[in-house]
């Protein structure tokens, strides 16, 4: 049920592009994204609610594909500053009620090296 | 982050005895969570609540209980420590009526360790 994160670890220089993946075995009604730096605590960056629907945070986009269950995130001209750790938590469609529990993956380290 | 405040930061006890660790927001979110991280599983939850008094286990919720007296506070105690419980202890908070439409604001963590 935990969806499964690709690549496990990325190492980009500073200007790369670099693309996260998540993927679910169940049908999804969202896809939440979250950035976590070593010792601190995660940080919210997104959330994808429909399928096909694209958001972007500063130089940080994603994608939801709600038919292949897939969300994808896109770091384009990576800085040294978005250097962590990449959480995916999904939220399954046939969640009952309205608690919304997370389903998280198990992170995709990123090093952004001068 | 959005006024969530966890404590104790760090503590070290030993098996057998018991511990609470404390998440208290400023924010009136009605959802709370505590998740457990731990090397290669991510975070995972233990348990939520949805409102005053109102608690549900979550994925991994053997050997928890937690209470919910207030808005504002969230309890997460472990009974009878294991070592199997040492590990970093976030608590999560969310507002809205949908809370899957939401984002989660995370408090910064409690380092348990359990000798």
């Known amino acids: 049920q935990q969806p499964v994160q690709s690549p496990q670890a990325v190492i980009l220089r500073e200007g790369e592009d670099a693309v996260i993946n998540c993927s679910s075995s169940k049908a999804l009604y969202s896809v939440h994204w979250y950035r976590q730096k070593h010792g601190e605590a995660p940080v919210f960056l997104m959330i994808l609610l429909k399928g096909g629907e694209q958001k972007g945070h500063e130089k940080i986009s994603a994608s939801f594909n709600e038919k292949k269950q897939q969300s994808s995130l896109y770091l384009t001209a990576s800085q040294l500053s978005y250097s962590g750790t990449y959480f995916c938590g999904t939220v399954p469609r046939n969640y009952g009620g309205s608690q919304g529990n997370l389903i998280f993956g198990k992170g995709t380290k990123l090093s952004v090296k001068p | 982050d959005a006024g969530i405040t966890q404590s104790p930061r760090h503590k070290v006890t030993e098996t057998g005895t018991p511990v609470t660790l404390r998440c208290h927001q400023t924010?009136?979110?009605?959802?709370m969570y505590w998740y457990r991280q731990d090397p290669g599983h991510g975070l995972r939850l233990i348990h939520y609540s949805y409102g005053v008094k109102d608690t549900d286990k979550g994925e991994v919720s053997d050997g928890y209980s937690v209470s919910r007296s207030k808005t504002e506070d969230f309890l997460l105690t472990l009974e009878s420590a294991t070592s199997s419980q040492t590990s970093v202890y976030f608590c999560a908070a969310s507002g809205g009526l949908a809370a899957r439409e939401q984002p989660q604001h995370f408090g910064d963590g409690t380092r348990l360790s359990i000798l």
């Open positions: 924010e009136n979110h009605r959802y």
